[in-house]
């Protein structure tokens, strides 16, 4: 599924989250542990997420990263 490649991509549910996000869930997920509980929060509410969400090919960033979309082929 798209949203366990863009997991890998970025190097897990951590790097994919706004922890600066004002959304109650998002101080609830500090204190999780099991990452597979994070990733079904997220994958049912995206507002969790850090946006963009950018891919090219099996690659994938999180937030504005233009350095790294300019060495994308």
Known sequence: REFDSVLRA???IDNLID???KS???TL???MD???AKEDKVFDNPMLMKTPVVRN???ATVGYCPEIWAAWE
């Open 34 to 36: 099991d990452q597979r």
């Open 29 to 31: 997920m500090k204190y």
């Open 19 to 21: 922890w600066d996000g």
């Open 10 to 12: 970025v190097g897990g």
């Open 57 to 59: 090919g099996k690659q």
């Open 24 to 26: 109650p869930d998002i």
